[in-house]
């Protein structure tokens, strides 16, 4: 099973919005609602930001958002911050769990 | 407040089997709405999901792993393990112990602080 497609970096200016996409297979992001997305700072582990496509957990900021379209699930996070520079990574399952390659995210 | 904690050796021969242990704290490991698994990252790359196991025992595996992977359970002891076996250089990780839902399968709320293992003679 390959792993899910990342663009390898995104950036944007404090106060803008960017989007992270996560491109997979019909069963892996187009079929449910099962993708979730984990922010991952220098030597941290990661953190679950978005699950099952959209929700966010308690404490996470509203700043981020997660949607899909198709077999293509999205990370977005508005109003961006210098803290928001991090590493992102999808994740999904199809009878296996499947992570992407993770995105950086530059604060410019 | 949940909490997990790797242990085990940080420097590992090649050949040789690779052991490491999840204690969990702040909650228990015999939960029904959670498996149990290991994740780990090389250096500088991404994620790969090694395995899962939920406290009854049943367990599975990430494919391209799989024939080098035993994860087990210790309920009296609020404990999960990894073995993967004959390692080389490549096996070089840090490696993560997280909780997972078990009802999707897709999302892992609480991990450890991650733990690195070096594969070198």
């Known amino acids: 099973q390959s792993a899910l497609t990342q663009p390898a970096s995104v950036s944007g200016s404090p106060g803008q919005s960017i989007t992270i996409s996560c491109t997979g297979t019909?069963?892996?992001?187009?079929?449910?609602?099962?993708v979730s997305w984990y922010q991952q700072h220098p030597g941290k582990a990661p953190k679950l930001m978005i699950y099952?496509?959209?929700k966010r957990p308690s404490g996470v900021s509203n700043r981020f958002s997660g949607s899909k379209s198709g077999n293509t699930a999205s990370l977005t996070i508005s109003g961006l911050q210098a803290e928001d520079e991090a590493d992102y990574y999808c994740?999904?399952?199809?009878?296996?769990?499947?992570f992407g390659g993770g995105t950086k995210l530059t604060v410019l | 407040q949940l909490q997990l904690q790797e242990s085990g050796p940080g420097l590992v021969k090649p050949s040789e089997t690779l052991s490491l242990t999840c204690t969990v704290s702040?909650?228990?490991?015999?939960?029904?709405?959670?498996?149990w698994g290991w994740i780990r990252q090389p250096p500088g790359k991404g994620l790969e999901w090694i395995g899962s196991?939920?406290?009854?025992?049943?367990?599975y595996y990430n494919p391209s792993l799989k024939s080098r992977v035993t994860i087990s359970v210790d309920t009296s002891k609020n404990q999960f393990s990894l073995k993967l076996s004959s390692v080389t250089a490549a096996d070089t990780a840090v490696y993560y112990c997280?909780?997972?839902?078990?009802?999707?399968?897709?999302?892992?709320?609480?991990w450890g602080q991650g733990t690195l293992v070096t594969v070198s003679s």
């Open positions: 997280a909780r997972q839902n078990r009802y999707t399968s897709s999302w892992w709320d609480y």
């Open positions: 702040g909650g228990s490991i015999s939960s029904s709405s959670h498996y």
């Open positions: 196991i939920y406290y009854s025992g049943s367990t």
């Open positions: 019909t069963s892996e992001v187009g079929s449910y609602n099962l």
């Open positions: 099952e496509g959209s």
């Open positions: 994740c999904s399952y199809a009878g296996s769990v499947v």
